[in-house]
């Protein structure tokens, strides 16, 4: 399909979500929102895709945030909607996992949208940062709570307080990334981990991500639970036993996700 904002593409098992508005920085509108959801359902069932990654059109930007002149015009009313963070939460909780391809500028909801993905991988010309206090506001879609969870409280609260840029190098020691790469190699580091995580078995992933997703915003105690669930679950399936036949015959597993 064509689409006003974004471009996408589907290849070995890579979906590729391309927000295309180079001349705007890539910057979010309501439009970038509503096709990338578009998008996303379209996927969710679609045996073609394994694999989401997003990432933005040209050298100088992944996303540079939210469209000024729409935030302009925001009302509490909009504040309350949430738009943007209900896009962020369903990109957080995709069944299949997900890789932000950060090749510039992630600022704001840009740099919002990378921690919603499960796997964040850096050109080392990148730039991070959460400017919003720079326009009386705070980094809403999730920004303030993702944050702290992935660098923990102190270096949160600073970056956020400040809206300071930094670079990619920072980003990969307080763990906001989790690979730096030149921009040419770029694509080829997001194929590699998505080369990886297609090998495995569909199931294992899909339930992988469920539970630390979900067992990092509870106890320890419940969190062993789903594990414990999880692992019980994919005992009974096809994959276990396909997996553990291919170890034992010294050959590739042929998962079928069942």
């Given at each position: 399909?064509s689409y006003e904002?974004i471009?996408?593409?589907?290849?070995?098992?890579?979906?590729?979500?391309?927000?295309n508005?180079?001349a705007?920085?890539?910057?979010?509108?309501w439009?970038?929102?509503?096709?990338i959801a578009e998008?996303?359902?379209?996927?969710r069932?679609?045996?073609e895709v394994?694999v989401v990654?997003?990432?933005?059109?040209?050298?100088k930007?992944?996303v540079?945030?939210a469209?000024?002149n729409q935030?302009?015009g925001y009302t509490m009313?909009d504040g309350?909607?949430g738009?943007?963070?209900g896009?962020?939460?369903?990109?957080?909780?995709?069944e299949?996992p997900t890789?932000?391809?950060i090749?510039?500028?992630?600022?704001g909801?840009?740099?919002?949208?990378?921690?919603?993905?499960?796997?964040?991988i850096?050109?080392?010309?990148a730039?991070?940062?959460?400017p919003e206090t720079n326009?009386g506001?705070l980094?809403?879609?999730g920004?303030?709570?993702r944050?702290s969870r992935?660098?923990?409280k102190?270096?949160?609260?600073?970056?956020i307080l400040t809206g300071?840029?930094?670079?990619a190098?920072e980003a990969?020691?307080?763990?906001l990334v989790?690979?730096v790469?030149?921009?040419?190699g770029?694509?080829?580091?997001?194929e590699r981990?998505?080369?990886?995580?297609?090998?495995?078995?569909?199931?294992?992933?899909?339930l992988g991500?469920l539970?630390?997703t979900?067992?990092?915003?509870?106890?320890?105690?419940?969190?062993?639970l789903?594990e414990?669930?999880?692992?019980s679950?994919?005992?009974?399936?096809?994959?276990?036993?396909e997996?553990?036949a291919?170890?034992?015959?010294?050959?590739p597993a042929?998962?079928?996700g069942?």
């Amino acid at each position: 399909m064509s689409y006003e904002t974004i471009l996408t593409g589907v290849r070995d098992g890579l979906g590729t979500i391309t927000i295309n508005r180079p001349a705007a920085r890539n910057a979010l509108n309501w439009t970038v929102l509503e096709e990338i959801a578009e998008v996303l359902a379209a996927w969710r069932e679609d045996p073609e895709v394994g694999v989401v990654v997003f990432t933005g059109a040209g050298e100088k930007a992944f996303v540079a945030g939210a469209d000024i002149n729409q935030l302009a015009g925001y009302t509490m009313a909009d504040g309350l909607s949430g738009a943007m963070a209900g896009l962020y939460d369903t990109v957080e909780a995709y069944e299949k996992p997900t890789i932000a391809a950060i090749n510039g500028f992630a600022l704001g909801g840009g740099n919002e949208l990378a921690m919603s993905c499960d796997i964040r991988i850096a050109a080392d010309t990148a730039r991070f940062g959460l400017p919003e206090t720079n326009l009386g506001v705070l980094p809403g879609a999730g920004g303030t709570q993702r944050l702290s969870r992935l660098v923990g409280k102190g270096r949160a609260v600073e970056l956020i307080l400040t809206g300071r840029i930094f670079d990619a190098g920072e980003a990969l020691r307080i763990g906001l990334v989790t690979e730096v790469t030149a921009p040419e190699g770029l694509r080829a580091a997001v194929e590699r981990t998505a080369g990886l995580i297609l090998a495995k078995g569909p199931l294992a992933v899909r339930l992988g991500k469920l539970v630390v997703t979900n067992g990092a915003e509870t106890d320890l105690r419940t969190g062993l639970l789903l594990e414990r669930l999880a692992q019980s679950l994919l005992y009974t399936s096809n994959d276990k036993r396909e997996g553990a036949a291919a170890f034992l015959e010294k050959r590739p597993a042929r998962f079928e996700g069942n």
